[in-house]
């Protein structure tokens, strides 16, 4: 019941926002539901460390077809529920303050998108998640079209069209497999494919990857990626980056592996020698961005790409780190994206051209920045240290070569990161930067846990690791 | 069956009600409460199935549901026409009548059970339909639209008498489950039943407008009047895939191998022609048209797997599709009627441009509705593709499905495109103004959409 809770309140107040047309009554909601979300969840943990099957939520939603709404949680729903609900609230947080027209329905729209992502990671059905697999980009599509820049339409609309293909894809894999089972319970149909031919389970396997791939998205599908990230208003750009973005990875993890095992042993060499070239072309491009917020984006796609290529390994330590990164990935995306905003609102540029000299007056902003990029980089005693090391570890385990290919990736995240931190931050001041002012307590709300996140789980990571190893419990390894 | 009467008789009376004065305010509501009295006496079967008229109508509590859904649409479809029929060539009382007998065609249809009254019901459904088509004297497109329906209409339902005859000649009997006589005769006494099932095949694919008979279907959509346009695209295609279902699964079962063939072949050419077409038009009502040929397909596609559950997948289908075409054109209809163009309600897509702001409500039950034709999750329209899909792989035709699959994400194109225009800004922010009825009307219809699509076990609990 708590996890039906637990989504149910932020759809209805979510749906209470889109009629809501109060600016000050849709703050305070906001604010109070990501408090009672958190405290929600921080009980959920309680009642999971004890008894995680006292959590699931089972009703008999299409009786003829045993089709059930199941949601559950294991340590990697959990985790990821709770990346969900701790980055909405900071989403929420940031955006209540911006200067959007009805920010009501905008604060609203996020909602539903939390919602539908609390059903993804926590569906225990197929056709469950399948249905907030999709229903979570509806919202998205509305709010980049609604508060988005010029052309946005054209761009959302490729978005859409190609997320939903490979979701379609998807669903005709999940019909196949249901056709097996008579059921679409998500432990019922792992024990189909054992009995199918290779044929069918390989075309299964591809059905199921271009989906997450197209999702996440891995390279060759990120055709939709930059456009959409630097196009949408920033809030939607969070979501996308810092949540819808690890639908992927999680449909990895939770759907393709159990469901596709002989595809996952036939072709997910050659899947992630794509998510490595992703890697590294994501890396060089970025690099010669001039665009604070491609640039963020192209960051983005390319630690993506690692965490794919991780997981797919299977090795414990491959998928521990990329469990672990979707959560450090979560935040820095969000914290990045974030200043950039705050960047583009103080000074009215997103080009590193026009920008420089902000850290002399703007040092809070200034510092918070720093500890959030050398997360997305990967220092030590951060917490994207601690994933990039399980993971590279994992692929180097896994080849290798490819593994100090990977590793490499390190160091140009390091050149373009650097670079947008100096091409903002440093040298001398521009007509654009000369009277700006510094952070205030509305963005400080948002970045200093944000931070604090980011130091807590890099220097004691095994209070995040602690939760992921319950994975290993549950997600049959193959080897 | 009792709708049938009661329909039949009460719309004799609402001709009566345009005698003084033919644009009496009365005749919209007496003609709503009509339909209520016959949605109702629907019901009076309930529970007690059997057939009537020496075995020439089939009731059971799962024909009822179907015969309420259309009388529904109808319903919905008449409460959207207030302030519709006020221009002096407007005949309302002659239209609501021939709507009422419309529907007890489409009744006929969804429950006979002798092959006459598949011709009786049809031609009933249809001859109402030519008129409604033409109803508006003075456009052009609509006249050519009613002459191209009507002869092209009577043609096919030539065909089907023609095979109707021909099923006849093979079996010696009227009855739907005729064809179970020559269940084990070998194929050259069967000669002539598989020729009548062919041309019956070919006489219903056409009302349907499936692909390859599909031809008349977007001039016709696009000249009727947009109400009647919904007509068509709701109940016609409701009562025709029901009869089809009835005719294939009820009477011709035994010969499923070979009619297969057949609806394989329409599912493809209407789901490629449907989707792909429908990219390059710019008229809404040409787009709904095509929409409505690739839906034809979809529907078709359950009837290539028969289970138990077909029924209840093709009720699903059919009563989300007609939730979200009846909101679709019903927006047009409030739309279009104040931008005109050459004289005309412009019914281009770039009509509603700008609509979130100008009348966000409408905005968000286009948005739906479209969400809705094209699948996505929460609509009940997703749910509808869903339990098609399962019928088709459950005949083993993956290939459909993935044919299916593409399409539907091209489909995507040109459902948003409305969606997109309605995103746009445009420099005219005049409000647009809804009538209380239509408002009802359309938000009720986009809400039993999401319902449906958050519970469809709601619905299916029903049969």
Known sequence: MLTFILFLLPLISGVFLLWNKSTGLAKTVTVLVSLVQLALFIYMVSVFRQDAAALDYSWNWISDFRVGFHLGVDGLSLLMTGLAVVISGLILLATKDLNYDNISRFL???????????????????????FF????????????????GRGISRITLKMFIYTVLGSLLMLVAFVVLYLFAQTSDLAELAKVPAGLRPGLNHLLFWGLLIAFAIKSPLFPFHGWLPDAYSKSPTPATMLLSGLLSKMGIYGILRILVPLSPAGITDFSGLVIYFAIVGLIYGSVIAIQQFHIKRLIAYSSFAHIGLMAAAALTLSPSGIQGSVFQMVAHGFSAVGLFYVAKIIHDKTGSRSLV????????????????????????GLPLTNGFVGEFLMLRAVFDYQHILGIIAISSIILAAVYLLRLYQKTMFGPATPFTENIRDIGLNELVVLVPIAIVIIITGVFPNCLLDLSSYLADTLPLIK | MYPIIVLSFTGLLTLFFGLNNPRSKTILPATAIFLVIGLISNFADWNAPGSYFNNMIDVNNS??????????SALFLVLLSSGLFEDENAHPAEYYALMQFSVVGALIMASFNNLLMLFLGLE??????YVLTGSDKTNLRGNEAALKYFLMGSFSTGILLFGVALVYG?????????????????????????????????GLLFKISGAPFHFWTADVYQGAPTLFTAFMATIVKTAVIFSLYRLMVAGFSLEYVFWVKIILVAVALSLVIGNITAVVQDNFKRIIAYSSISHAGFMLMALTGITARTFTNLAFYSASYVLATISALGVLIVVSRNSLKDGRPNENVEVFNGLFKRNPGLAVVLFISMLSLSGIPPTSGFWGKFFVFTDAI??????????????SAISLYYYLRPVVASFRSVGDETPVEVGTWQKIVLYSLTFLTLVLGAAPGLFRGLF
């Open chain 1, 108 to 130: 609203g729209l996020i909602l539903v998108t939390e919602a539908a992502l609390i059903g993804v990671f926590t569906a225990k059905d197929a056709f469950l998640f399948y």
């Open chain 1, 133 to 148: 697999f999709e229903m979570a980009l509806v919202p998205v599509y509305l709010m980049a079209n609604l508060w988005g």
């Open chain 1, 354 to 377: 026009d920008l420089g000299g902000m850290a002399l007056r703007a040092p809070r902003l200034a510092v918070l920045f720093l500890i959030v990029l050398l997360g997305s980089v």
């Open chain 2, 63 to 72: 024909i009822i549901i179907v015969g309420s859904l259309i009388i529904l």
């Open chain 2, 124 to 129: 009933i459904l249809s001859i109402a339909l």
């Open chain 2, 170 to 202: 093979a079996t010696g009997s009227f009855d739907i489950s005729a064809g179970t006589v020559l269940g084990g005769a070998a194929l050259p006494s069967k000669i002539f039943f598989y020729v009548g099932i062919v041309f019956m095949l070919i």
């Open chain 2, 394 to 407: 459950r005949g083993g035709y993956l290939w459909v499905l993935v044919l299916a699959v593409v399409m």
